[in-house]
Every structure is written in C-alpha cells, then in structure tokens.
RNA sequence: GCACGGGUAGCUCAGUGGUAGAGCGGCUGUCUUACACACAGUUGGUCAGGGGUUCAAAUCCCUUCCCGUGUACCA
C-alpha cells in the first residue's frame, strides 16, 4: 500500500477513467428510461474552434449539472455537437485558398467544389474541440453527437424556412442592411459593434442655387456627397424656414439639389442643416423614401467608390476617398472647418472593418412568437439566472427589427427558394417577394428541391448560422429523444449571445416545438485576465486550457475555476487560483492514500465514538444540506467553496489531527474501529459529493478505497448519491449538540495551546507538558486529544493545580491552560508582549462597556445580541486581569 | 443618453441589519510518520467618497466618483 506515490499525477488517471466511462456506456441517455428525464443541449462550439477558458467554465458547469443529476436518480441527456459557423469556416478555407501558388479565391473554385472542399476540411480538422471537450472530463452523450449541417438537422431548417415563409413571416426585400465590405456579405444587427471612434466633422458650405448665399452642412462623411439628393433641415427651425424650396449647388459632381424639411433633423446639432445621402446611411434613406428622393449608390460592394462623374475619386478605397474629397473641396473654397469628432461607427463583429450601410436585396424574417417568447421569461416560465438578464432580454424584444437572414456566403444552409428559370432575373429583381408571389407558381419553397429542377434556378445566398442554431433544442432531437427530453432542463451558455441564440431559440421553441426549449437558462460570467480585458486570440492574454490540463489536470482545472466563478460578475482568471485545485486533489489523494496505509477496519460489535467522531459526521450531514441549497440555487462557487472547506479544514486539519493517535499500534481496538468506521463513511459521502466537479480523482479514490468493491464493481458515476439521513441516525439531538460542543471546545482550545507556545517562541515540534485547571470535569480521551493537536507530550486535567507565579497561560472553554516552563524567556519581551494585549482588550472593553451602557442598546435590540455582548464583555474582563496578573509577577 | 453589474486585506473573491471573512501572497517557525502541492503561527482593511434611516449599516435609502457590460443614437 505504501508504495503509491506520494503526489497525484492526474494525467494517466483522468484518461484512464474517461475511456472506462466510456467504454462502459456511462453517458448514454436512454430515452425509454423510466426515470425522471434530466437535459441539457450544449451550446454548440463552431467546427472550426478550439478550446479556450470561456467553454471550459460553460462545460464544466453543464458536466456538473449532468453528473450531480445521474446521482439523483435522473435519466440524463447532455447532447453535444458542433455549429458549422458560416462566416468562420468558409474563412478558413479562403484562407487556405489564398495561401496556394497561385493564390486562388472561392470564385476560382466554383461554388461547388468550394463547399466540397469545405466539408473536407471539416471532416479533417474539424471537431478538434469535441476532442478537448472530452479531456476536461464532459460527460456529454457522445453517441448523439450532432452538426448544424448534418443531414437530419439541416432538413429541419429548410422546413423551418418554408413554414415561416408561408406563414407570411419570411420576405425578400430591397432594404438597408449592414453591409460587410471584406466579406462582402449583409449582416444581422446583432453582428455590428457600434464602436467610439475619433473622427473628423466636416463643415462644408453648399451654394445656394439662386447666388442668394450659402448652407452650411456638416458631415463625417464626405466622400459620399456625389449622393446626396438633398439637403434637409427642420421645419421648425426658423433660420432656415425662408430656404425651403429653394436648391442648393452640390459640392461634388455639380448639380442642384433641394432643400426640404424633415423633422429628423436636430435643430442643435452642428449647423442645423443636414445632407440627405439615401444609398449611404439608415436613416438618410427612410428621409428619402418619405420625400420620394432618388437613390444614387456610389460605393461598389467591397467599399471602393462607383462614380465615373467623378474621375478624381471613382475607384478610391472609401477611406482614401474621404481625405481626397476633402481636398478637393477645400480647393473649391467650399471648406468651412474641420473639427475633431467623436462618434459611434459600426464594426463587422466579423471582419473588425466599419459596415457600409448599403440598400440590397435580402431575406428578412418576422420574429415569431414575440409575444409568448418575452411572457415565458417575464413570468418565471423558463428563468434566468442571474435574474437581472431578463430585463436585457425584455428590453430586446420590445424594440425588435426584422432579421436580415440571408448572408452572401456559399457555406451554410442554402436559401430553400427556387425561381421559375424564365423569370429568374426578373423576380431577383423585384423589389419585394413574399407568399404571395409564391402562390402565383413562380417560385418554390421547400424542404426538397423542386420535381423538375432543371426548369428552377435555386437562390444564390445561404442562411445566417444563427438561422439553424435557434433550433439546436429540437433539432438535435428524433420524435422518441423529444418526448422523453424536452424541453431541456437547464441551459448554461454566456450572455454575450443573448440575443443571437438563447432569444431565438425561446422563440422557435414556441413556433416549432411543443413550447418553452428550456426551464432555466444559467448565464456563466465572462473570463477575463488579471487587468479586466476579454481574452482575446489578438491579446494573447487567453491561456490554452490544454495546457492547463496538462500540467494541472482537469479536475484542478474544474476545481479551480469553479471556485472563483461567481454568479453575476466577470471572472477574472488567475493561474494560481488553477494551482489551488491541483494542491486540492493533491490533499485528496494524500488523505485517502492515509487511509489505505491503515487497513481493513475490524469488525467491532462496539465501536467507540468520541466527541470529534460524531462533530465530523454532523458536519458531513451539514454538507450535504449545504451543498444540495447551492446547487438549488445554481451556486457553484458556493457548492465548491463548502467542498474545500470541509475537506481541507474540518476533516484534514481538525478531525484527522485529532484521531491519528487513535490509529498507532497499541491503541484501544473499539476506539481505532470507529475512528476507521467515521472516516470511511466521511470518505464515502465525500467523494461522492465532490464527484460532479472532480469527477475523475472521485472515481479513482472510490475504486482504490474498495468503495465500488462493496457496490458490486459499479462505478461511483453511476452510483446514487448517499443518503445524508442515515448519518447519525442512532443518536438523539442532544447527545449529538453535546458532542460537537465537546469537539468544538477541544479545537478551540487547541488554538489556544498553540498559540501559547507560538508565543514563547517555541517549535511546532516541541514536545512540551500543558497543564488544564479545568472548570467541568474532563475525560482523559479529550485530554489525550487536546495533547496531540497542540503538539504536546500532555495536556493533563489538575483541578488543584497551582501554578508558579509568571507561569504562562491561556483561558480556554475548558479552564485555564497552563504552560510551565523553566527559565522563562526574555522578561522585558514578555512585558511587552502582555502590554500589548492588554492595551488591545482595553479598548475592546471600553467599546463594549458604551454600548452596554447605551440605554437604547439594552432595550431595544434582540435578548440574545444583549447577551452576547455581555459574555463577551466578561470574557474580555476575566483576560484583563489574568494578564494584569502575570504582568505584577513579572516584576 | 438610458439600463444593468461591480468597487471589501498586496492579489482573487465570500459576506444583504448585530464582534469585518477565506484562499493565495508576505513574515516566523517546522522535512511532526498522508500530503513541503504540506503543517503551525502571524501580518494585512477610514468595506470607493459624502450624506441619511436605525440602539446598531459593508449590508437599507440618497448622492458623487471610478471600472465593466448592454443598448440607443445627431450628420
């Protein structure tokens, strides 16, 4: 037995028991199970991904749920799979593409074999995360596996589509998106980061038509003035009420333009007077609709300028145009000034460039279910944890836009539409389609392509991944997996994707399956480094969770991330907080290999339990309550807090300090017995508590300690969670209050005599004589004990011993505690010492004799905060003049 | 601008009306027989500032400042 090492080396461990887990079918989910259905989905990670701390602390959390939900007797589901995250991936690609001789771009390749050549990679490289997933430990049902584009799940988008579509909720319109200019793709609100940028405003001064004078306008962007149409001001605005109507010269490419009014314009803001430019900004095109304005477009897709009347900047970069265009009005004298200007510019989530507004042609959707989405949430129907999210989540879908869901890429869910080939041109074109045109057998919607395709041209655009994410809940699922399975129990992904996912999916649920996807939704804090910032690729502030397993294992990594997750804040990560969990399984494994080298417990007919037995078991039995109340609670720093602290401080250092005598040879049988009894049950209890979090030294610890032995060779993953009744269940409350004030007594006091030899500087290891003038009678057992914590060769009970004056001593709850010492110290050092205390207690009582003394104090705050006090005051009182005493000796 | 979260020991964080806590770090001892990835002791705090309610405030209320997040935008 004593052979094994003496630290733990997780790494052959944690393999060794994921492949057995495995092997031995311990996450498979069987859904004709007559037990109570637990699920999970997992937020699927994109194919092209790896693994960083932010999945770590998501998938931890949901093998916890997982793995605690299996002990209570549950059937569990933790469905995994991988999202085929459209933009990422055919990225990826392009960028392999580009790095060939020649370099060749997806149009070199066709759309075709561009997507053959995507699968492969994704049949290559792909699902490397899945691979990382399963070293931390994640005990997802592997069999179940599931991919965005896999050919169960991508028909169920298809038919989502077309559902919609002749539901009326899917159009396909001529309308302001977010246009990205290196991706050359539309993207959904939701994907544009609007950005504080330092810029430059630009006032320029337009000529009145007439000669009569001029308008000042500002702008940030001149090198779209080619576009504009008009310029606006506000018809309230009585500094410029006499110009409306009139026309004014436009700077760039020449020509009249009018002056309108609209009441968009901010009569405060900067001249008053605003540029209409349609084809380049939201909200200039809504004025241009309304006052029927010509659209001019002077930006190509990939952002360069279109505009031949304008040679000076035709074919310029957007941002090139910009500086050009203002020189060349400033050469015109049309400049008035230029200032310095911060403002908000929109980000590609994607691409990290400014979006272009731009008017395309584009799917759009009509959010389904809205309104029973927001009600689900609102009244505690599926809850949100931290609460505070919902009213992000409301306050989205109050000012809900239309999803633009077509994206101009060739990986991903091509669009289910089909047009007529003769009028394939014409009805791209056409400024809106929607049911309607469908019913004229012009176009086709569906599932499957249509019967006669070669007489069809099918859309060009594929779906916004997000478009076949909202229906992961389901989608994921075959009829008999659904009914046993959903809705899901808990759903554990990030807040940052809100709105992208955890919205879209309530919704889908409501319109697709049989309602709510989730009861509870648990948003996991975001990690961040020591300074505050998200970990980031570009920072490189974003450890490799693999290299963290490696040197720390997975359930050190668990432990310790777990432990500084809170609920509601940022984490920020620190290594040694990882460090933590590795010393923790090291401390576990040290204690159960104690155990090993003691043997097999006797079979005594009367064990006997002593104080610290029976204060170790009541503590375990509160364990259980505390650990069940943070996981109803979802607190899983609580739940990994009070597994630390009980092992480390309560068992370890307390309790197992306080028997190990119990276990040297020639000890009393019944008394080492229990000793070995209580800790095999702490043991047992233990592991099986802490198993959801460190789930492989768990399950190492309970094969090696002979638990599975006894259980038939079950495994503890598939074994129930102990039952906390059956602790102490032989003894009454007050028997089990009287012991645990014992042990409590004998710890304390065991301070005391430790601090006492601390401060007369002598050694840990010094083997010293106490001596106890105790208040009650003591039994020799508590004595023995109280000797062995302090490091002592005795701490022997003397009712009538008088101690030598000087002698150092301590006030313990079981008397005073005496330490007689030869030749004692350096006098002046102790009088400073005792000075010290003595000054600090003062105080202390001076406080505590005002508050006392605080008639409102005394009548008016609870009985027993009075008494506290008082004891308190007392207890302070008695140390006064004990160490007024010592200090007379001195002398 | 609006909304939300946060500011507690050198660091990471607990603590929602009743003596300010843990772990790490620092310092001092100890290789005491499961563990030096350890043991024992110890040092660290005007609980961001100000005001209020209360016998009593880190905790409740008001206010200011700082950090973070989301959201809306005015060129």
Known sequence: ??????????????????????????????????????????????VTGVLHMGHVLNNTIQDILARRARQEGKEVLWLPGTDHAGIATQARVEKELAKETPPRTRYDVGREDFVNMVWEWKEKHGGIIIKQLKKLGCSCDWERERFTMDNIFAPEVARAFAELFKQGLIYRGRRMVNWDPVLLTALSDEEVIMTPAKSKLYTIRYKLADGSGQLLVSTTRPETIMADVAVAVNPKDPRFAHLIGKTVIRPLVETEIPIIADEHVEIDFGTGALKITPAHDRTDFEVGMKNHLEIID?????????????????????????????????????????????????????????????????????????????????????????????????????????????????????????????????????????????????????????????????????????????????????????????????????????????ARMIMAGYRFADGKPFSNVFFTSIVRDLQGRKMSKSLGNSPDPLDLIARYGADGLRFGLMRIAPTGTDVKFDEKQIEEGKNFANKLYNAARFRMMQGEAGTDPAPRFTAVHIDILAKLKELHTNVADAFAKYEFNTYTQALYSFFWNEYCSLFLEAVKNDLRDGADTAVRNATLYTIDIVLRHYLALLAPIMPHIAEE?????????????????????????????????????????????????????????????????????????????????????LALLAGALSADADASFEAPKGTPTTLTPFGELFLPLEGLVDVDAERSRISKELEKITKEITKSQAKLGNASFVDRAPAAVVDQERARLSEWENRKAQLESMLAALV
């Open 1 to 46: 037995m004593t052979e094994l090492p003496k630290a733990y080396e997780p790494t052959v461990v944690e393999e060794k028991w994921q492949t057995r887990w495995m092997q031995e079918g311990c996450f498979h989910a069987d859904p004709q199970s007559t037990k109570p259905a637990y699920s999970i989905v997992i937020p699927p990670p994109n």
């Open 701 to 785: 610890l309970w094969q090696s300690l002979g638990f599975a032995t006894r259980n038939g060779g079950q495994p503890l993953m598939l074994t129930e969670l102990p039952k906390a009744d059956a602790l102490l269940a032989g003894l009454d409350d007050i028997a089990i209050a009287k012991a645990r004030a014992t042990a409590t007594a004998l710890y304390e006091s065991a301070n005391r005599a430790r601090n006492l030899k601390a401060e007369y500087n002598l050694a840990t290891n010094r083997k010293v004589r106490f001596i106890l003038k105790p208040v009650a009678p003591l039994d020799t057992d508590t004595c023995a004990r």
């Open 298 to 502: 002077v930006l190509t897709a990939d952002g360069h300028i279109n505009c031949p009347d304008c040679p000076e900047l035709h074919g310029l970069d957007r941002f090139v145009a910009r500086e050009k265009s203002i020189e060349i009005i400033e050469a015109k004298g049309l400049l008035e000034k230029v200032e310095d200007y911060e403002n908000n510019v929109g980000i590609s989530q994607r691409s990290d460039v400014p979006i272009e507004p731009r008017l395309s042609m584009q799917w759009f959707l009509k959010y389904p279910c809205v309104k029973e989405a927001a009600e689900a949430v609102a009244n505690g129907d599926i809850v949100f944890r931290p609460a505070h999210w919902a009213k992000t989540y409301a306050h989205w879908l109050e000012g809900i836009q239309d999803w633009c869901i077509s994206r101009q890429l060739w990986w991903g869910h091509r669009i289910p539409v089909w047009y007529r080939k003769e009028k394939a041109t014409a009805l791209q074109e056409a400024t809106k389609l929607d049911v309607e045109d469908a019913a004229a057998g012009d176009i086709y919607v569906g599932v499957e392509p249509p019967a006669d395709p070669e007489n069809w041209v099918q859309d060009e655009d594929a779906l916004d991944t997000w478009f076949s994410s909202w229906l992961w809940p389901f989608a994921t699922m075959d009829d008999e997996c659904r009914a046993k399975f959903y809705p899901t129990s808990d759903l554990v992904t990030g807040p940052d994707i809100i709105f992208f996912w955890v």
